[in-house]
């Protein structure tokens, strides 16, 4: 296999340089590598081998604690034979010993006699795995199924220890133990590259963290898992996927796990399920079904079962699976299905349905029979209009990942659900009210309010009030990002003044704890105070087509502020000083110790076409700002269509000492002023940073 890609690696532009890395040596002559060009790189010193086993093991520790295990651990580290990777693996194993009695234990371990490891670093594994829980040894060791070099996602590894009986059979904080089965095995380095992020499932986590939503394994603990799966407690040989054909599997009846994809293996053998007795977990995701094999449904033992992204021409076939009465994790997405048969009430022990990017219109209300559902996707079901009305039923429901559907009603049973963990979106219109989610304080992640509201009178403004301060949002301390669109409202009686909307919006006030917020159509000439507290937590703030606003209220004030984007103020024409927090009386200007934008990284204002100025500070403040910052972490500018604008404020953007990147694309008047690199306007805020790179492009940044 490397002859092709060595071919492929032939011609580069001059100067290019091949770098391989490779356990063996063989490859690198393959290669081409001549002797002088290959680099092996060597192994550590014993001292280099107490150090980092060290500095892991006994992390935190002060010196005295170090020096009462350091004898013992010099010992331990020289059994390292200069291997890193054991290093980093032993010295894991230790942090959780607390006693020289036990890192005594491991000196002395029989392991270290084992004659039977297939590869050296064995032993050091060893060591850990057997520190492992029963539990947790079958987590680890069932990874050793994936391909070397996968991508694991944790989230879908979480409910495939669930469907194999490795999380125990109690349903309810199976998410929560999983992720600690995880965590544990992560803590001990077993896993690797990890990609962070934030995840819904961590229910017991602290909301402003990011956790691991995927890893990968180093090839010697990959090879340690399938050594595993293959010698403890079995001695069935088995087989990789690229090597498993139907002959084979049709004769092995104890698998638990399999996996297809892209394989015309199912189209060849009709009878291709007939073997597998003991199977609780399927895949044949993207496999170019177009219909789910009969034998499917006889496997009475599957816990779960991934249809997606298979082409379903019928239906009917669906009401084979709800013969699976064991099923708890089902992915049916990307099906195209325009029908969910009423049967799905029999897949009584159901947690997990996958059901989005689909084209039904409404689901079954016998849906609403699996009382032990926890997590219901529609996400992107672009045609489906309503919920279920007996959604009030499935009252361990956690999960609604609804975003991208067009939901024309919600049920008012949504109120009862007071486990929901995520709602990803919520339309206020035909009947569905705010006040629904009073009781939905367990809600975090991404909340996305669209408001349709149609104001007639003065009676239906005070509703429309006393609904928003219903929903109690700032008692939702989970919720990271929220969005609210007033898209569609209106005000249709004249009676009513348009400050009902800057009332409807006070009485939707968050917790502080929002990390980012989005606004669009807003139609108040105002916003809230709550927008400018000091005591907000906001990284984030888009600010899309609020048409009536006249002015910018004080964001400069917001302490944690990275981003903040301005779109389509219609009506904006002035920017204020008031705009950076800084407020003047008759005789002072007030300032705060912290500065004002004092994170600000990215500021963007796009589209306002009567925007006429943007006030610069004052020569006197600019003197007497000296010791305080004003957007002193500013690095990217953006002023995009914003043709009125005639200047930018000179002095104020001297201040922010670390802008790297100004465009003003589209901006006639200050593209006359400022385009010529050389001239003197430019300079004039260029020359106090030397790095600052003028953009004139509007092309690449368009608005959602």
């Known amino acids: 296999m490397w002859e092709p890609v060595k071919i492929c690696l032939r011609i580069g532009g001059a100067g290019s340089k091949v770098l391989v890395t490779t356990r063996n040596e063989r490859v690198a002559s393959i290669m081409g590598g001549f002797e002088n060009e290959i680099h092996r790189l060597g192994h550590l010193s014993r001292e280099e081998c107490w150090l980092l086993l060290g500095r892991i093991a006994l992390c935190g520790n002060d010196e005295k604690e170090r020096e009462k295990f ?47 490891a297939e590869v050296e670093l064995f032993p050091y594994l060893l060591l850990s795995y057997n520190e492992l829980s029963p539990a947790l040894k079958r987590c680890f060791s069932y990874c050793g199924v994936f391909p070397k070099d996968t991508r694991i996602d944790v989230e879908k590894l979480i409910t495939e220890w669930m469907a194999l009986g490795y999380l125990g059979s109690k349903a309810g904080d199976w998410e929560v133990r999983g992720r600690e089965y995880f965590d544990i095995l992560a803590a001990r380095c077993l896993f690797q590259n990890f990609d962070k992020g934030y995840s819904v499932q961590d229910l017991d986590k602290d909301y402003s963290c990011e956790h691991i939503k995927s890893f990968k394994m180093h090839d010697m603990l990959h090879d340690f898992a399938r050594f595993l799966r293959k010698n403890v407690g079995s001695r069935i040989k088995r087989t990789t996927c690229r090597e498993c054909g139907p002959v084979l599997v049709s004769q092995v009846r104890v698998y638990h796990s399999l996996f297809h994809r892209k394989h015309p293996l199912l189209d060849a053998d009709p009878h ?84 989005s990017n689909n084209e039904f219109v409404e689901l079954p209300d016998s849906l609403c029979d699996m009382l032990e559902l926890e997590s219901l996707n529609v996400y992107n079901c672009t045609s489906l209009v309503r919920l279920p009305q007996g959604m009030h039923r499935l009252v361990n429901l956690k999960h609604l990942c609804n975003f991208g559907t067009h939901l024309e009603q919600y049920p008012q049973g949504l109120a009862e659900l007071t486990r929901l963990v995520t709602l990803q979106q919520f339309c206020v219109q035909d009947g569905s009210k705010l006040g629904w989610l009073k009781k939905l304080n367990r809600l975090r992640g991404q909340v996305k ?49 348009e400050s009902v909307w800057v009332d409807i919006l006070d009485a939707l006030e968050p917790h502080p704890n929002t990390q980012k917020l989005s606004m669009c159509y807003y139609d108040g000439s105002l916003l809230p105070r709550w927008i400018v507290s000091p005591l907000n937590q906001v990284v984030s703030i888009r600010l899309y ?15 944690l502020l990275e981003n903040l984007e301005i779109s389509s103020f219609l009506k904006l024409e002035f920017v204020g000083r008031d705009f950076l927090g800084i407020t003047t009386t008759t005789t002072t200007t007030t300032t705060t110790r912290s500065g004002f934008f004092p994170k600000l990284k990215k500021l963007i204002i796009w589209h306002c076409p009567k925007w006429k100025e943007w006030e610069d500070i004052t020569v006197e403040e600019d003197e ?51 385009g010529d690199e050389n001239g003197q306007p430019w300079k004039s805020i260029s020359s106090h940073n030397p790095h600052l790179h003028l953009l004139k492009d509007v092309t690449h940044y368009l608005p959602d």
């Open 545 to 559: 087509s609020c048409c009536s606003l006249l002015c910018l209220p004080p964001l400069g004030k917001l302490p």
């Open 624 to 674: 007497d700002f000296g010791g305080v910052s004003i957007m002193p972490c500013l690095r990217k500018l953006e002023i995009l269509g914003c043709s009125g604008l005639p200047e930018l404020p000179v002095r104020l953007l001297k201040k922010a000492a670390s802008l790297k990147v100004m465009n003003i694309g589209g901006s006639m008047q200050l593209l006359q002023l400022y």
């Open 70 to 116: 350091e004898k013992i651990g010099k010992e331990i580290a020289n059994k390292c034979k200069g291997l890193p990777l054991a290093v980093k693996i032993l010295g894991s194993l230790l942090r959780f010993k607390n006693t020289v009695e036990e890192w005594e234990s491991v000196l002395n371990s029989e392991i270290w006699e084992l004659e039977e």
């Open 272 to 355: 291709f399920c007939d073997g597998f007795t003991s199977l609780r977990l399927l895949s044949l995701r993207d496999c170019c079904l177009r219909g789910i094999p009969k034998q499917v449904e006889k496997l009475i033992h599957l816990r779960s079962l991934d249809l997606g992204c298979n082409k379903f021409l019928d239906e009917r076939d669906l009401k084979g699976i709800c013969k699976l009465y064991n099923l708890r994790f089902l992915w049916l997405d990307g099906c195209r299905l325009k029908e969910i048969p009423s049967e799905i009430r029999d897949l009584i022990h159901m947690i997990h349905l996958d059901l």
């Open 449 to 497: 309010l669209l408001i349709v509201a149609s104001i007639g009178d003065s009676k239906e403004a005070i509703a429309a009030v006393e609904d928003a301060r219903d929903a109690e949002l700032g008692k939702k301390t989970r919720i990271q990002d929220l969005g609210i669109n007033f898209c569609g409202s209106r005000i249709d009686g004249e009676e009513v003044n």
